[in-house]
């Protein structure tokens, strides 16, 4: 219990910054039975990552995060990675992966395809996507940077898989940001109980400014499958290039950055996930480790503890800032060297996104163990990091 409201927590590690804003969450009147802090965690924006937050009729920009509708696909192949050599890994495919896909701030030269974006939505009543309505052509299929990234990978039968990290790009920071802002101004124009200095304002789901927001989170959801879906079908066309005969299975996607209406402990109620994965029994889902460490494709059980929700991956175990200043860059290299794993680190700021600053994924699959059970265990085989 913390300020007599009943919080569960899947580890026995919390950061202190990530821990006061759990107690800040335990302030919202609006919270619903309980909140649910997943083995991942580690402070966010307002929210904490790996924080599942249900609420009565309210959405909080800020409880979704900034990069809307963020989240993993994987695909199975039916080749064996022992037959692919590695000068072809090096040279033909991943070359060729990083010529097809902009990574980083970049984006295509040329407008993709209007087909490449969601249906059935109209535009001009999505304020921020109809400013965007151009840029997002050059954006979709775009991997992005941070923790975003695409591995190829290996079951135990050396198996190769395809794996996607990325989101909605700026169109999902871009819609966060004018929301949050909108729901900060009505918080005070409302003397909102909430304190501004927690920064978790909020919408009303009576309002307009609610549905307007609803309505262009789900098309930032949509848009981040869509670029998902895009930057897989560039990868698949690169390996099919050079391996003949290659075979992909469909594809597994799951999101970890959004808010739905889900009915719980009898009441419907608005789940506010970030950096939470779905996890309703005998639904598929993606955990990713580090890079140098393994993944792991999961199925859930539907424990309703969690709001049958998981942890999105091994979660940080310290900042980037203090990971570029603390991890040393030749023992991070040889790690992933002497687990004969093609890697693009190239300087000290790329240990932001070194295995050394994440928690150790093992521990995190196992404190989750009453969330979800492991299908498949995949080891990273080359990796290109946003």
Known sequence: MINNRPVKIWTDTVEESAMRQIENLTTLPFLFHHLAIMPDVHAGMGMPIGGVLACKDVVI?????VDIGCGMCAVKTNWKVTDIPTEVLRKQIMRGIRKRIPLG????KEAQDEKYLPSGYDIDKLEVVKRRENSIRHEVGTLGGGNHFIEL??????TLWIMIHSGSRNLGKQVGDFYNKIAAALNERWYSVVSPDIRLPFLARKSKEFGNYWNEMKYCIDFALCNRRLMMERIEEVLADVLNGIEFEPMINIAHNYAA??????????????GATLAREGVIGIIPGSQGTASYI????????????CSHGAGRLMSRAMAIKSLDMQQEVSQLEAKGIVHAIRSQDDMQEASGAYKDIEEVIANESDLVKVRTKLLPVAVIKG
Do not use: T
């Open 61 to 65: 920009p800020n409880a979704v995060g």
């Open 105 to 108: 701030m970049d984006h295509h």
């Open 153 to 158: 990978q290996k079951d135990e039968e050396d």
């Open 261 to 274: 209406m889900e009915n719980h402990f009898g009441q419907n109620v608005i789940v506010h996930r970030k």
């Open 298 to 309: 999961v199925e859930g059980l539907g424990n309703p503890e969690s709001f049958c929700s």
